[in-house]
């Protein structure tokens, strides 16, 4: 029937006919042929040169596809981003970029969930929407950091820090930012480089020196220093009696002490 539809000129008739399939499959909950409706229906508006109906119908498709297959609602988003992008569109792109970061995070494709992010938040940055950058930004900063690269994480995580102290509203939670960076740090940097890096941060934020995050941070770098696992340990059971830490944190938190027990390893075998 589609392909009948296609062989005459009135792409407009052939795009009423499809909607209606669409709607007919979406009701009948046969997502699969509703999304292969709309991936058609997408390219009947590109052939009348209806651009944003067809990135409308390409977000349908996804919509549709995230029911049966995610890697397909991806592919979907990524054609509908390019059709925002060619129409200037931008913050509209940067949306289903971040759809897709989320979508890509919760199936735990996290590489794809790190560039989606990236882009949403070069996007956004570039249309002045500062809050969502940085909310792109942190995203980056979290996935990046369970990839292992922390150093990346660290400088965005600093990166958010310094542009939240400007807005009274969010300059509350640079110390969380500041802290997530620390625990970064101790990941692959010496107690030394850790503490350094500490003092800086009070450039930052001039209230982080007498900030519990800071002491958990400075305690961290002491047993690390130290190669003392049980005062490690210690510091962080008693900050988490206080501030609950999130999974996020406690899984960088045990690297950072697998680096004191791999220390003393090394060690003994000098001996």
């Given at each position: ?83 925002f ?55 980056v ?8 690269d ?122």
């Amino acid at each position: 029937m589609f392909a009948a539809v296609f062989g005459g000129n009135k792409y407009e008739d052939a795009a009423e006919l499809l909607e209606k399939a669409c709607n007919n499959y979406k009701l009948a909950k046969m997502w699969r042929e509703a999304a292969s409706a709309f991936e058609l229906l997408a390219d009947c508006h590109l052939k009348s040169d209806s651009k944003h109906d067809a990135a409308s119908a390409m977000v349908d498709a996804a919509n549709a596809n995230k029911k049966v297959s995610v890697d397909a609602a991806i592919a979907n988003l990524r054609r509908a981003v390019e059709f925002f992008n060619d129409m200037g569109r931008l913050s509209i792109a940067a949306k289903h970029l971040k759809d897709i970061g989320d979508i890509s995070e919760k199936e735990g494709k996290m590489e794809v969930a790190l560039q989606a992010y990236t882009e949403a938040g070069d996007l956004y940055a570039g249309e002045e929407s500062s809050s969502t950058a940085n909310a792109c930004l942190l995203k980056v900063a979290e996935i990046s950091a369970t990839l292992g690269d922390h150093r990346a994480a660290v400088e965005r995580f600093e990166t958010v820090g310094k542009q939240s102290m400007g807005n009274n509203l969010l300059r509350f939670s640079v110390k969380g930012y500041l802290l997530n960076a620390g625990v970064c740090r101790l990941c692959y940097q010496t107690a030394d480089e850790v503490k350094r890096a500490l003092e800086k941060y009070d450039d930052i934020d001039p209230s982080f020196g007498a900030s519990r995050e800071c002491t958990l941070l400075n305690a961290l770098a002491d047993a690390a220093e130290l190669g003392d696992q049980d005062a490690f340990a210690s510091a962080l059971a008693e900050y988490d009696s206080m501030s609950r830490l999130d999974p996020w944190k406690t899984k960088l938190l045990l690297v950072a002490k697998q680096r004191i027990a791999q220390a003393e390893e090394d060690e003994d075998d000098l001996t």
